[in-house]
């Protein structure tokens, strides 16, 4: 931790950014539904961002950057409440962007499997919850206990940010070879609807390697903060 320390105010704000912009995330989606009609290519674009910003990331909280945001503060040395509000106000900024992208997949991918899936709408919801929180649960563990510990911060950013790039150039792909066709309910009680298993499959597999990068990540910028 460089530069919010490791105390406990330190720790909460760090967890508070995160659930801040995991929030945020969630709530433009909802409010903005009506025009993401496309959810899969908006489920790539989310990848996208957060993969590119990963590998921006390593420029923006370089040493160098980290040393000109602390002597920046230093001019305000003579209050320590405007100096520390000037760093986390920073950090704050800096991480804003990817936390919102990442708030914002789980509910686009749920909003993918209410339109195309109404009659197995709870059971694959509960299915999607379950998959990215495991995805979440491996990032975790592997990112703190063997990639960060053996290839270090750089490296292991490098790798998560690589893994969203390859779920977003998956998403686009698999958008440009199918065309579904959204599915009201009135059709869906005449007639089951339900993905195929490879599509399941593709599909849940992604969910829980997007769940994995994303809190690996999160882990390296919580090292880097």
Known sequence: MQLTGSSCFATTFTLILFMTGLALGSLTIFFKRKIFKDEILVFSLLELTTGFYGLFSILLFSKQSLNSLIELSGLFAG??????????????????????CMGATLPVLASYLEKHSPRNEVTLLSRLYATNTAGALAGTISCGFFMLPFLGIKTTLVAASSVNLVIALSGFLIRRKTNPVKVSR??????????DSGKEILFFLSVFISGLAFFAMESIWTRFL
């Open 186 to 195: 009135e059709e869906a009680d005449r007639e089951p609807v339900s993905f």
């Open 79 to 100: 209050s320590q409440e405007i100096q520390q509000g000037l760093i986390y106000a920073s950090v704050f900024l800096g991480l804003l962007v990817p936390t919102m």
